[in-house]
């Protein structure tokens, strides 16, 4: 449920907000006054594409906002909106409230935000699916498309829902399988080439044998090579320095003074043992560098016994590193890549079998898939010939009832090749009385007849639906009198376990509002602004006598209006 809206610098609004509640409301106002800019806010937190023209002018940019309360939808639809918005790193607030917001600057950039987060205006598209519904001229334009109206026959039958999931797991299979077979039969030299260059190519790699992060410790092994002689003499004279000559191995070449460890030794044995606390401590630091300068001459001994010694290792080295090159020009371009490219490979090579008995069986299982999923298909298409019934029989009782009094609407199920949907075509169709033979909505129906049976839908549908928020832009179009009242009727019902909101220039309609909203514009010499006021009684009993072509100023006017007050209330408290 939409708990609260508010729209700022969008079109002809400076500034509005408004506070919601369930049930029905509606918002009327003269035209132009900014009706159509509160719908388009909606639009907006629905995830609907920014237009820069809607900006108000001289505005830098236009914000829509709104907080939602989800404690009133089922709990798997609860669940399916927290899962959205914490997707997007958002969360609720301390009211429970989720917070939609939308931004579109003048230059036509649009941010859009979810419990907080900055998140893709598709993730606003994805949380309204589960809280927001617009249902507006252009809506109805859409229920004649076919796809729109088997979706509408999905809607009313929910379990209809899990013949669909399943039989689409079995399409799924089915297509794939039947592309595989398509690809091998079609492309079997390409494929049997393909076989061989990735032969060829592990066949190679797994000769060399190459160990992931090789090519990058023979460049250290193979520059200690190079420099091996440098390395040995720098190592030597250091441990000399230390140790003396004999614990390099002798000394040619050396200077044979007292070593580095004589010498720390001598002046250790020096301070040791004065009564002095300075020398005392200064025995104690000769001591610790000592035993470092042990552990140094330790190292240097280790790292001279692990210098090479054999001439050819370095040839050895530089031949691996040139087979190791050859794998990454290429392959990849480091030898832990050119590794996970052979393992791709390899999978890859294991699926492709072009052999007659790899093809048989491949057919035997696309035959299995198709058989599979035909099973599925005509359980589906069982389901929807069922709720088709069930549906044109619910329908036609509503249209009928909206001063379309012999109206007929049939829901035609036709078989047609398996695609995603199904392998139905849905169809809806008018006749103006029992005589006359249905025809589609697009040729049977005008544009009022089309909002008639758009709302008698949406009735049906939604009558198992709870706490979600309805909008009808204008659904009363081109219609009056009694239609009027039963438009108003119907809209009260699904307001029952649903909030609605409505935009109507019918005072029937909108007599029948909980909530009435009245959208006011004042006109300057320069600048036209609206805003969004809640009306009282009084205050609907004036707005309504205008709506009835302007009695606002007599008595007859406000009397007739307070009539249709009274008579809403009573249809309301028996509904």
Known sequence: MLADITIEDLGVIRHASAELSS????????????????????????????????????????????SFLTDELSSSAQQSVKEIVES???????????????????????????????????????????????????????????????????????????????????????????????????????????????????DEIDEISPEAGEDEELITRIRRLQDVDSLREQAMSALTAIDGAEAAGGSDG????????????????????SEDPQLSALADKLGDITTQLGEISAELGGFLG????????????????????????????????????????????????????????????????????????????????????????????????????????????????PAESGADEVELLLAPNDAA??????????????????LALEVIISAETTGATMVFDEVDAGVGGRAAVEIGRRLARLAVHNQVIVVTHLPQVAAYADTHLHVAKEVTDETVTSGVLTLGYEQRVEELARMLAGLDDTETGRAHAAELLDKADQDKTTR
């Open 23 to 66: 049930g029905l409301t509606v918002l009327t106002g003269e035209t132009g006054a900014g009706k159509t800019m509160v719908v388009t806010g909606l639009r907006l937190l629905a995830g609907s594409r920014a237009d820069a023209s809607r900006v108000r002018t001289g505005a830098k940019k236009a914000v829509v906002e709104g």
């Open 254 to 273: 050396f200077s044979e003074t007292d070593p580095a460890s004589t010498l720390l030794g001598q002046a250790e044995s020096a301070v040791r043992g």
């Open 437 to 454: 033979r249905a025809q589609p909505l697009s040729t049977a129906a005008s544009g009022g007849e089309l909002s008639r049976v758009m």
């Open 306 to 417: 692990e210098l090479p010694a054999d001439p050819d290792q370095l040839e050895s080295a530089l031949q691996r590193q040139h087979e190791l090159k050859n794998l990454t020009r290429k392959y990849a371009p480091t030898i832990s890549e050119v590794i996970a490219w052979r393992d791709a490979a390899e999978k890859r090579l294991a699926s492709i079998d072009t052999s007659a008995h790899a093809l048989e069986e491949l057919q035997k299982r696309m035959q299995t898939a198709e058989k599979n999923m035909r099973a599925a298909a005509k359980k589906l298409s069982a389901a929807r010939l069922r709720a088709a019934g069930e549906l044109e029989k619910a329908v036609t009782a509503e249209i009928q009832g909206l001063a379309m009094p012999k109206a007929r609407l049939e829901v035609a199920v036709r078989q047609i090749q």
């Open 88 to 202: 997007g790193g958002g969360s609720a607030d301390e009211n429970g409230e989720y917070i939609a917001a939308r931004t579109v600057s003048a230059q036509g950039r649009s941010k859009a935000h979810l419990g907080g987060r900055s998140v893709p205006v598709a993730k606003l598209a994805e949380f309204s699916s589960y809280v927001l519904a617009i249902h507006g001229q252009n809506d109805q334009l859409r229920l004649l498309a076919p796809e729109e109206q088997r979706a509408a026959l999905d809607r009313f039958a929910p379990k209809n829902s899990a013949l669909l999931a399943d039989y689409q797991v079995h399409y799924r299979d089915w297509k794939r399988l039947q592309r595989d077979f398509k690809i091998r039969t079609e492309s079997r030299r390409e494929l049997a080439q393909e076989v061989d260059r990735l032969q060829f190519a592990i």
